[in-house]
């Protein structure tokens, strides 16, 4: 099953903070993010495993809550360059590399 | 390091044409996977090499759609003939297995469109 992901767009001014969610319906192994700017490839952010600890670098972070399918990506502070769709991929319960895509979520940041 | 690289960027052709789609994995990566990404939406799985071995070919239209990735290397996926609804864009990624995660790269795309 393909995750959901919330809110499908939203738009920002610079320096103000964001919230990208993810949800499934099937038990997770790892969630993974990515960034994709228009006409360009996937940028891959982070991974979180499993009992993993909450990841994150500089303004960006995220969390995963294995009981309830769900991971969230944080946005603070953001800038003009964070604009882009982001896409969450899961996996399931066995540690295999498959991935399942989100439907992604538009970010535009203005100055 | 050199990442995925793709060839072609872009592609036209008419429907019933055949088409194919070249992709280098980053060195050292066993895992190769092709994507298909329709616009507006997050990429689509269609096939997961582990070095030779095709493990994962599930939501691959094998009637039309095919791929090898001869000496574990470089992969090729073909679609013959191509229909109107195969326009997308098409994306291989490459990961290694470092730390127990599969963090996936993802080369450029190959844009298709099929008039």
């Known amino acids: 099953q393909q995750p959901v992901q919330s809110p499908q767009a939203v738009i920002l001014r610079e320096g103000e903070d964001a919230v990208i969610n993810c949800s499934s319906s099937k038990a997770l192994y790892s969630v993974h993010w990515y960034r994709q700017k228009h006409g360009e490839a996937p940028v891959f952010l982070m991974i979180l495993l499993k009992g993993g600890e909450q990841k994150g670098h500089e303004k960006i972070s995220a969390s995963f809550n294995e009981k309830k399918q769900q991971s969230s990506l944080y946005l603070t502070a953001s800038q003009l360059s964070y604009s882009g769709t982001y896409f969450c991929?899961?996996?399931?319960?066995?540690?295999?590399?498959?991935?399942?895509f989100g439907q992604g979520t538009t970010l535009q940041v203005k100055p | 390091e050199a990442g995925v690289v793709q060839s072609p960027r872009y592609k036209i052709i008419e429907k019933k044409q055949p088409v194919a789609f070249w992709c280098n994995p980053i060195?050292?990566?066993?895992?190769l996977y092709w994507y298909r990404q329709n616009l507006g939406q997050g990429p689509e799985l269609l096939i997961r090499y582990e070095n030779e071995e095709a493990v994962d070919d599930s939501q691959l239209p094998k009637d039309r759609f095919s791929a090898e990735r001869l000496k574990g290397v470089d992969s090729t996926l073909k679609i013959q003939p191509a229909e109107l609804g195969d326009s997308a864009v098409y994306l291989c990624a490459s990961s290694g297995l470092a730390g127990g995660t599969y963090e996936q790269y993802f080369g450029p795309g190959t844009r298709l469109t099929v008039t």
């Open positions: 060195s050292g990566h066993n895992t």
């Open positions: 991929g899961t996996a399931g319960s066995s540690n295999t590399g498959k991935l399942i």
